[in-house]
């Protein structure tokens, strides 16, 4: 990774976000620019990439609002001058049924999980396509493939951030901006426990689903970032975390109409919390 880089990073309290932001830190690049409502977290994640020696500035974001992404965009080009790298990697998590969840709790949802990423390409665009070089990436879900029964709006967000990533990315074939599409597997995070419950969602199903996600879930946020790193890196359009994600993808395409018994049956795993 060229040194002059400048990464500006999403939902970097935590996870995915923390692990990455860290990895980029320790190339030694010109400067790091992290977000997330989250201030706590945020600070922590600022004080480990402090030690590294590396710029970096935190800016307390709420995603779904276009007029504090804005803020963060003019705050960041003033503070580091540039932006050479976007990763838009802020989500949430919801609990229940299509029926248990309001339309304000799928509102709430798609405006951090898609409306996140829209606005934050949206924004930044203009100082990305001024570089010689330049990335987005756009963090998706293997629940990109697939669409298991109480995930009706985490499921609609994931599919499209994917479409509208691979759209962007056909846009710009050919030009100085590179867009690649992140699906992870079952990363140990804490997006379950973080969740939000629908607003009928019984209150039992917020723990149970915490305890599933952490018998499933195989990959750390830091082996997360050493493959996120390896994929803008390599330029990989498509970027799969964890053998669960390659399966996954593998089995969507193979079995469009049949894969999601089939893969509860090669995991031994029910992925409704429902039927447990």
């Not at 803008?232 to 669960?244: A, C, F, S, T, V």
Request: proline share 3%; aromatic share 8%.
């Amino acid at each position: 990774m060229k040194k002059e880089t400048v990464a500006v990073i999403t939902g970097a309290a935590s996870g995915i976000g923390r692990a990455l932001a860290i990895r980029l830190a320790k190339e030694g690049i010109a400067g790091i620019a992290i977000s997330d409502w989250n201030e706590t977290g945020l600070l922590e994640t600022a004080a480990e990439i402090e030690k590294l020696s590396v710029p970096v500035s935190s800016h307390v974001v709420d995603v779904s609002k276009l007029d504090q992404v804005q803020r963060f965009a003019d705050e960041v080009v003033e503070r580091h001058g540039r932006v050479t790298h976007l990763v838009n990697n802020a989500g949430v998590g919801l609990f229940g049924t299509f029926e248990q969840v309001s339309i304000d709790d799928i509102e709430w949802l798609m405006g951090v999980n898609f409306w996140g990423v829209v606005y934050g390409c949206k924004v930044f665009l203009p100082t990305l396509l001024s570089q010689d070089e330049a990335h987005v990436v756009n963090i998706s879900s293997v629940f990109g493939f697939i669409a298991p029964e109480e995930q009706t709006a985490y499921c609609a967000s994931k599919f499209a951030v994917r479409g509208f990533t691979e759209s962007l990315r056909h846009e710009y074939a050919g030009t100085n901006l590179h867009v690649a599409c992140v699906h992870p597997g079952g990363i140990l995070t804490d997006i379950a426990r973080n969740s939000k419950l629908g607003e009928n969602t019984p209150e039992g199903w917020k723990q149970q689903g915490a305890k599933f996600f952490d018998r499933v879930a195989r990959t750390t946020p830091e082996t997360a970032a050493d493959v996120i790193f390896r994929g803008i890196e390599q330029k990989n359009p498509r970027i799969l975390i964890g053998k669960d994600a390659t399966q996954i993808s593998s089995i969507s395409r193979l079995f469009p109409t049949r894969y999601l018994s089939i893969i509860e049956r090669l995991s031994g795993h029910k992925m409704s919390l429902r039927k447990k």
